[in-house]
Structures are given as C-alpha cells and as structure tokens.
C-alpha cells in the first residue's frame, strides 16, 4: 500500500479550488470515441474515509475487459486533503486516486469512476478532474442522479434516458438490469456519450453497479480497515 502526502500548492478553501477546477474544465476533450467497449483493460476506482481518523484510501484495480478477470490491483493511503463541500469532492480524494493508479504495475486503460464526469453543477466531477490530470479516457458511473432530472427509461437491460439540467444533456440513466433502478453515466475525458453507456453495460453481466466499481470498493473498504486497525 503506497503512502500520500498532500501535495504542495493543494487548494485549501472552496474559492481556490474552483478556481483550479475553472482552470482545468476547459482541458477536457470530449471530440474523441475513446476505446472500444470490451476490448484492453479498464480499471475501477474507488476511495473509502475514516474522518474520525482522518484517513482516506484509494482502490485501482484493473480488469481485461472481454472476460472482467482481475489483471492488477492497488491501494494507496493518505490524510483527507480538502473539507466536504458539495461539488469539490474530488478534492479529498484525488491524491490518493492518482497515488494508487501510479502504483499499477501495467497501463490501466480506461477509467471508471464511482461518480461524475460531466453530470457535476460545474460540469468537472471527478472522473472528468482525474482524466484531465492522467490524460487517461475516463467516465463516471454513479449511483444516483445528483441534482438532474431523468425520465425513467424503459424497464429493460439497455434502456436509457438522458440525465438533464434543463435541456443540457450531461449523462444518461442506463438500466444495467431488467426492471432494477438504473446507474447514471457521464463522460470524463477522452471518451464519448455513447461509448461510456456501451462500457458501463459491458462492466454489468450480472449486477447493476459495473464489475469496476464492486471490486474497486471491495479493495478499498479491506484496504482502509487495514490501515486504521
């Protein structure tokens, strides 16, 4: 389990972290496919807190994406870097994210996040800050809507429906499985609308949540009660 310090320079207040998430929105590429659904490998990440203890750990683990074995994991542990303020998540966990997907021993291909991409009130969550900083193609998987509006899609595996603010469309709900509540997907970095749902439906033979992200938080949460035991 690798160790993280916060890094020099890291914003403290809500106005300098805006003021680096202003700066790095306009560094997202949104014009590329991004790799074909099923095909390398793609990566989970996922954090877990212990805020009594001031403990935050991050999990990677890297999949093949034709079969969803296990090619690699990793964890990284560190301080909670910034408060929880609503919309600046990343800022706690982004550290210890880049620290565990540098401690893989292969390329991790694409990223999956436990969050936002572009569904985010400033249209830069996390998986869009983490693609940016990588250059990784990244997206976000998240377990509910935020603050956008959805009509429920069809009740069948596939179905989907645009996430909305307004009239924007900033991620869709995808029904991972027949008749279960649906995931909502958006775009990080390097990866394209239709692409990122066709990845999130590869990552869920079986569940609702993809393959990434069970066994992304699996690690973490062993990971963090290791390291606060």
């Given amino acids: 389990m690798t160790t993280v310090r916060i890094p020099a320079g890291w914003p403290a207040t809500e106005e300098q972290a805006r003021a680096v998430q202003d700066e790095l929105r306009e560094r997202v590429v949104l014009d590329e496919p991004g790799p074909p659904p099923g095909t390398g490998r793609v990566t989970g990440v996922d954090v877990a807190y212990d805020d009594e203890r001031d403990v935050v750990v991050a999990a990677a683990v890297v999949l093949d994406a034709a079969t969803l074995d296990v090619v690699a994991e990793a964890t990284a542990v560190g301080r909670v870097s910034f408060p929880y303020v609503p919309g600046l998540l990343a800022f ?43 250059g990784l193609p990244t997206i976000g998987v998240a377990k509910n809507p935020f603050t956008f509006s959805y009509e429920e899609p069809g009740a069948r595996r596939g179905s989907a429906s645009p996430l909305l603010a307004g009239t924007e469309e900033v991620g869709r709900a995808v029904r991972t499985q027949d008749g279960i509540k649906p995931v909502f997907v958006s775009v990080g970095h390097r990866v394209d609308l239709g692409n990122a749902c066709a990845h999130t439906l590869a990552l869920t033979p079986k569940y609702r949540l993809p393959e990434s992200t069970r066994r992304a938080d699996s690690l973490c949460r062993r990971a963090l009660q290791q390291a606060t035991s």
């Fill in 92 to 134: 706690r966990e982004i550290p210890t994210v880049l620290a565990a997907l540098e401690a893989l021993p292969c390329p991790p291909g694409l990223v999956v996040c436990d969050g936002y991409g572009r569904a985010h009130p400033r249209r830069f969550g996390l998986a869009s800050h983490l693609g940016v900083l990588t």
